[in-house]
């Protein structure tokens, strides 16, 4: 552990402002605490304010939508009547998608699963604290690694003709090859997609799957999960 | 003129005796008593007294943390009213639901409303998530508050869940059938698991009830206590990540 030794011991501001305090900068510690606090405002009135203009606006448009829309309400429940389709709530239609392609043991349990749990590991990941950009080192080792993870997945998706998965897919993998092989230059675009760190693309990527599948799910699909186009 | 005598007959009221034991301070004009005015208050005592410029740009946060509580604050109140016309009996529920639109005064209103909050927080939390991952808010120190986030996500989509079946139509009927029918694919533990959930093979009676008690007992208390700590830890973790290259460039 040859971190130890690159601690860094420091007094914080002025004393008679703020209390004194030690800060231990270690190299994993955020760039962020190194940085001076800047400009401060007290919370009381600056924050609380905003808080309730902010609570106010809401109720208001809540109010007025809820004059406008009316919550919907169908016959009573009946066991032996079954709607086809019989959709779950808007949030689970991305998963009922996923249903659809795979196995209910890898849609239904599995991906949700790692889903989860690749949620609550984020922060205890060997984290990017400066946010280095996916290509910036080792591109070439990177673009093999990253193609060869890509290929796995759209053989996976391919084997289930899961291509409401492999469009959002495929959408992402041609933007970060762009910004692999797109030269840096006078557009905003692409030296924006060159300073995206991995784990940008991979959220990226995980929110326009989820969003492509609750969309389908919740408009584009009828009887017996056929393909419908909403407004025939 | 009238706000400054309103400002005036205010400060004077802040002064009076009866005030001052109620909120334990005068009116805050100095620094130290808006401090107090924060943490003397238990409403609000789990805020930070002094906030960063650069947290209270809109773009730092576009206040999604603060509509997701908003919303829960609006779920509670419209929830608490909805229960006093609300029977988690079959087939009561659902004329209930018919009292709501014929015979309650404001009754659609009331529904509509909680409906809609209970939509907006699902949207809300999500977005708010991800705003936070984007900003890298995840990062150290902030790691173990995003994972009560986490749960937090998962309470807000169990809740709007639970909530989905007590109104005993078709659609609640329905789509509680497919959700639970997807934990039966849970190998082992599948039928046990939905077993305990629904009080039974099938959703009747029974599934109805536990609905009601998750819905407005244990998933509300597991709600409030992890948007406890969740906003304690915010405060305690040193306030909002400051992203340099966003909010200390100007």
Known sequence: ?232 | MTTRSTHRALDQLRDTRVWKSIFRRGPARTNRTRSLAVFGNLFLHAMPVKVREESLRVRATYYLGSFSFFLFVILSVTGILLMLYYHPAVPMAYRDMKDLQFVVSNGVFLRNLHRLAAQAMVIAVFWHMFHVFYRGGYKPPHQFNWVVGVGLLLVTLFLSYTGYLLPWDQLAFWAITVGTNIISYVPFLGQPMRFLLLGGHQIGENALLRFYVLHIVILPLAAVILIGIHFWRVQKDGGLTVREDHERKI
């Open chain 1, 1 to 232: 552990m040859n971190e130890k030794s690159s601690y860094e011991a420091g007094f914080g501001s002025d004393a008679l402002k703020e209390p004194r305090r030690i800060v231990f900068i270690t190299k994993k510690t955020s760039a962020k605490v190194k940085g001076d606090v800047g400009r401060q405002f007290m919370s009381y009135p600056q924050l609380i304010l905003r808080e309730a203009i902010a609570f106010e606006l809401l109720a208001l448009v809540l109010v007025l939508l809820s004059l406008l829309w009316d919550a919907p309400l169908e016959q009573l429940a009946n066991p032996l009547l079954t709607p086809n389709p019989a959709k779950a709530p808007w949030y689970f239609l991305g998963l009922q998608e996923l249903l659809h392609y795979f196995p209910p043991v890898v849609a239904g349990v599995l991906i949700p699963g790692l889903v989860i749990v690749a949620l609550v590991v984020i922060p205890y990941f060997n984290v990017n604290i400066e946010g280095e950009p996916l290509w910036a080192k080792q591109p070439q080792r990177r673009l093999r690694i990253f193609v060869g993870g890509v290929v796995v997945l759209f053989v996976f998706f391919g084997l289930y003709h899961a291509w409401t998965v492999i469009l959002p897919t495929a959408a992402i993998t041609a933007l970060a090859l762009a910004a692999y092989f797109l030269p840096s230059g006078r557009r905003n675009f692409t030296d924006f997609l060159r300073s995206r760190p991995l784990s940008w693309w991979v959220m990226t990527w995980f929110i326009s799957v989820a969003i492509i599948l609750t969309v389908v799910g919740t408009f584009f699909r009828g009887p017996g999960w056929s393909w419908v186009w909403p407004w025939r």
